[in-house]
């Protein structure tokens, strides 16, 4: 679980990382673009700045 809990830490940080740093391939991919059109840029920040944040406090509480 420890390495679970580490990739996790450090996926939520590079989520946070590309969002603020506007990572190109966090928004040009497909997926990505089909889903700034039903919610537009703002939501789809505030997705990313949630599942961030949560994929770091997962990882914490499941660190032994």
């Known amino acids: ?3 679970l809990s ?3 830490m450090v996926y939520g940080a590079f989520i946070l990382v ?3 740093l ?3 391939f966090l928004y040009n991919n497909m997926k990505s673009k089909a889903m700034i059109k039903m919610m537009g ?3 789809f920040n505030i997705l990313l700045l949630v599942m961030a944040v ?3 406090v997962i990882g914490y509480l499941i660190m032994p």
Do not use: H, T, V, W
């Open 22 to 24: 506007q990572f190109p």
């Open 54 to 56: 949560a994929f770091i």
């Open 18 to 20: 590309g969002m603020l």
């Open 6 to 8: 580490i990739f996790m």
């Open 41 to 43: 840029k703002k939501g």
């Open 1 to 3: 679980m420890l390495y």
